[in-house]
């Protein structure tokens, strides 16, 4: 019975050790997975965020582009612009798409050394513009600058915000002043090319109707030379008046001779007054004869020198339309004329407020954790389906 009772006294003292050796919480396989998915990444974060990143300062500007006589924002549109609606596109993003293009990196460049202010030596490799396992092209500069300035817009106020982050306070200040700089040269560019075309339009308009005007102008100075006539017009009215009276005298001159011829038929003043008649006749003849009736007369003259005129009033009416519709363009083309202004100049940062130290840390640390915690229920459901 001894024998029996030493023997039941081994046996659970193997078990007991064998407990102990399955229980060690460090080597279960979710402790293993937790130690390199959470608290590796974790700790890594941290090393590098409060040990190895390099401190970013960000210098902040804003501005407003609008154009010239625009108003503020109605109520109407602060009511949209509340819910999220904009009512109308705005012209800042002409400079937005500067910011975020490469013609901004090609004007930085420039205006200073982006090697020094994005790639400085004193910056940790994984913060600067161009990472270690980058190639350093052009192409890998413009994506890295990106990281570094940033623009956005409130439809609210209208008023855009630049940050531009640097390892500099006067770097950072300065790239943001370049880019506002940038920016305004953009919107003039703007301006020049869209108001001069239709200035140029209207301009070459005046001068062609000016032309046409010296053109008809000249046209009926050589009529008046080649005919010898100022104005042919007046001239007939006159040799009308001149008609008129001519034979009202030979009117009279009749009726007097038919009252004498009928008295005093043998009277000698009969003979007289007949030359009278006979010569106020011709002299009437060839006053008609002087007005129309052939090639030479006032008649065709008047019909082509009228037909100068009127071009000449057409052309000269046209130089008066053309001379108004240039006017126009320039008070349409300053209406439309487009103003950076500068509601905030770019600040000196004296303090750096990049990296997000403990914020990082605590975002690298929730990823980890839901990475982790995806996994563990996707592979409980793995074994699950095993067991089944």
């Not at 997975?33 to 190895?52: E, F, M, Q, R």
């Not at 008609?243 to 038919?258: K, S, V």
């Not at 108004?324 to 600040?347: I, K, M």
Request: hydrophobic fraction near 40%; charge should be positive.
């Amino acid at each position: 019975m001894s024998d029996q009772a030493e023997i039941r006294f081994l046996e659970p003292l193997d078990q007991t050790r064998s407990t102990k050796r399955k229980s060690r919480w460090w080597q279960k396989p979710v402790v293993v997975a937790g130690i390199i998915v959470v608290v590796l990444p974790t700790l890594a974060s941290a090393v590098y965020n409060l040990a190895i990143a390099s401190p970013r300062y960000v210098s902040e500007t804003r501005f407003v582009v609008r154009r010239a006589g625009q108003s503020g924002p109605n109520a109407l549109g602060l009511s949209l612009a509340s819910v999220g609606l904009s009512p109308t596109p705005t012209d800042a993003f002409i400079v937005h798409e500067f910011t975020r293009s490469r013609a901004s990196v090609d004007f930085l460049k420039k205006r200073h050394n982006l090697s020094n202010i994005f790639m400085s030596t004193q910056a940790d490799p994984l913060s600067r513009a161009v990472r270690p396992w980058q190639k350093g092209t052009g192409e890998d500069l413009y994506k890295g600058i990106q990281r570094f300035v940033t623009v956005g817009y409130d439809s609210t106020t209208g008023i855009s915000t630049l940050r531009v982050e640097a390892f500099t306070p006067k770097d950072a200040q300065a790239v943001a002043q370049s880019l506002l700089t940038g920016g305004e040269e953009i919107v003039n560019g703007i301006n020049a090319r869209s108001s001069q075309a239709a200035i140029d339009e209207a301009e070459r308009t005046v001068r062609e109707a000016t032309e046409r005007v010296k053109a008809t102008q000249n046209a009926v100075t050589s009529f008046r030379n080649r005919e010898q006539i100022v104005d042919p017009e007046h001239m007939a009215k006159a040799s009308a008046e001149l008609l008129g009276g001519l034979m009202g005298e030979l009117a009279t001159l009749e009726a007097e001779r038919r009252q004498i011829a009928r008295d005093t038929p043998q009277s000698p003043l009969l003979q007289p007054l007949d030359r009278r008649i006979e010569s106020y006749r011709q002299q009437i003849a060839e006053e008609r004869v002087k007005i129309a009736g052939t090639s030479t007369s006032l008649a065709p003259k008047i019909a082509s020198y009228e037909e100068l005129v009127f071009q000449r009033d057409v052309a000269t009416r046209t130089l008066t339309a053309a001379n108004q519709a240039l006017e126009t363009a320039r008070v349409d083309a300053r209406r439309q004329l487009l103003f950076l202004d500068r509601v905030v100049e770019p600040n000196l940062p004296d303090a750096s407020t990049q990296p997000r130290r403990l914020m990082n840390i605590l975002t690298v640390f929730a990823s980890c954790l839901l990475i982790f915690a995806c996994g563990s229920l996707m592979w409980a459901g793995v074994r699950e389906h095993r067991n089944e």
